[in-house]
Structure formats: structure tokens, C-alpha cells
């Protein structure tokens, strides 16, 4: 089982990840557990206050120490993997996703106002970003990371749904289509009812590259051509329509006439 222990001092707004859909179910199933530990409950004030003004003057409240750090210390393990979301972090990405996914207990500190003290990074392991922006807190980012990292848990969704996927490779995904076959007069590409699966692959692949090139030539330019790939690429520079998909569609053509 895969633990996520969440330090926040908003642990309601997690409900919506807890008690919905996908998520709900693996916990249900005990595939994933996900322990919500207000830090405000560590605090020593009277009234539960965990922040205070900068020090050296500024705007806005810092988080202070002594809660977050009690926090952490009544659910660390020696296992466990301690992660602060700040902007200052590394920009998170799918291969860390499935890095931290082979965690069996990720903590995540959760900061809010103008940051936490300073002091607090020493006790993480590391420190990730969602993005080059600023949230109101890290609870959001928290849940982006915490179902990022889910749906990779064995069971947790169809080992073919991770078939393919968007970022594998440097690679956006392949255009995905669902009936009707006409909508608006825009149509799904005839190749894709064709039932030539490896004619499909090649041309998935096509677009994948397009999509790619097109829209993150960012990552486009991180990729690297497999023999196949560039077989692929080859065969659409020379016709329009190569030699593979003629074919299928040929053969296809029953179930492509079908549809009109």
C-alpha cells in the first residue's frame, strides 16, 4: 500500500479527492491510504495560531516552525520520503510521479500564507513545484501530486489506461476519438475503424510526433527517434497516404463503409 501523509492546516479541503471517484475507490480498496494531519492541532498558542509576521518586517504571515515540525515528527517513519511544496522546487513531471510512486510513505508539507519558516527545509528530503505560478496554498498542488502518483498504484486504474500515455517518451498522446463517427460534418479518421491494429499503431504514432512537434516542441526536441519512428516519418514524407495504410484501409473497407 502506498501512504500519503498530507501536513495542512485546511485537511477539509481534501475531502474532494478522498470521497470522489477514482481515488475513493483505492482507498476503499486498500490500495492507497491517505492520513490528513492538521497542523494546526500542533500548535502550542492558546487560540491554535500557526503563523506570525516575517521577521525583519514584510507582508503577509510565515508559517512558524514548531507546528509543522511536531506535525512531522508524529507521523515520520524511518521510511518515509518528505517532500515541501514551494515554488522554489523542482518542476514536478511525470517521471516523478513514478519515482515517487515506489515510496511506500511520501510525507507532504502543505505551506500557505507568504511561505514557511525557513528552517523547515532542512527536515525534506526535497522540494517540488506544480509550476512557474503562484496558488493561494499548496493544498491543490498537493492533490495534483497525490492522484498523479495513484493512478500509477498497481489496481488503482486498468493497466491499459497507462498504455500510450502523455509524457512516456517526451511524447504528448495520440488524437483519441469516440462514436458518433460524424459530428458537425467533422469526421473520425477512416484508419481508426479499419481493424488493422498495427496499421493504427503507426499511424497513432504519426500523430503523436505531430501533436507533439506542434504543441511542446519543448518536449519534441527531447525526443529520441526510435528506427521505427523514423520508418514511420519516412513513409508519410515520401505519399501522403503511405504503402501500410492504403492497404488497411482497402482491407477495412467494409467497416469503414459501415459508417457512412
Known amino acids: ?64 516552525c514548531q507546528p509543522i515540525y511536531d506535525a512531522l515528527k508524529s507521523v515520520k517513519k524511518e521510511n518515509s520520503h518528505v517532500i515541501i511544496l514551494t515554488p522554489r522546487g523542482k518542476t514536478y513531471t511525470q ?73 512516456d517518451d517526451n511524447l504528448l498522446e495520440y488524437p483519441q476519438f469516440a462514436e458518433p463517427y460524424d459530428f458537425l460534418g467533422d469526421k473520425v479518421p477512416s484508419i481508426l475503424y479499419s481493424g488493422n491494429h498495427e496499421a493504427i499503431a503507426k499511424y497513432r504514432k504519426k500523430k503523436a510526433l505531430d501533436l507533439t512537434k506542434e504543441k511542446r516542441p519543448d518536449l519534441y526536441q527531447k525526443h529520441v527517434l526510435t528506427k521505427e519512428e523514423k520508418k514511420i ?13 492504403r492497404e488497411a484501409l482497402l482491407k477495412g473497407q467494409k467497416f469503414i463503409k459501415d459508417k457512412d
Request: charged share 30%; hydrophobic share 40%; no cysteine.
Open 95 to 167: 517521471e516523478d510521479a513514478r519515482r515517487l510512486k515506489d515510496y511506500e510513505h511520501l510525507i507532504l508539507i502543505v505551506g500557505h500564507y507568504e511561505g514557511i519558516d525557513e528552517r523547515i527545509y532542512r527536515y525534506a528530503d526535497e522540494e517540488i513545484s506544480i509550476g512557474d505560478y503562484i496558488l493561494t496554498g499548496g493544498e491543490i498542488a498537493a492533490m495534483a501530486i497525490v492522484d498523479s502518483i495513484s493512478r500509477l498504484v498497481p489496481g488503482v486504474i486498468t493497466s491499459s489506461s497507462l498504455d500510450d500515455e502523455s509524457f
Open 233 to 245: 516519418l519516412a513513409a508519410y514524407e515520401k505519399e501522403k497516404v503511405p504503402k501500410f495504410e
Open 1 to 64: 500500500m502506498n501512504k500519503f501523509s498530507i501536513l495542512t492546516i485546511f485537511p477539509k479541503m481534501f475531502e474532494s479527492i478522498t470521497k470522489e471517484s477514482i481515488l475513493k475507490r483505492a482507498i476503499g480498496k486498500n490500495l492507497i491510504d491517505i492520513e490528513l494531519v492538521d497542523i494546526r492541532s500542533f500548535s502550542k498558542d492558546k487560540t491554535h495560531r500557526i503563523d506570525r509576521p516575517p521577521v525583519g518586517g514584510g507582508a503577509g504571515l510565515i508559517m512558524q
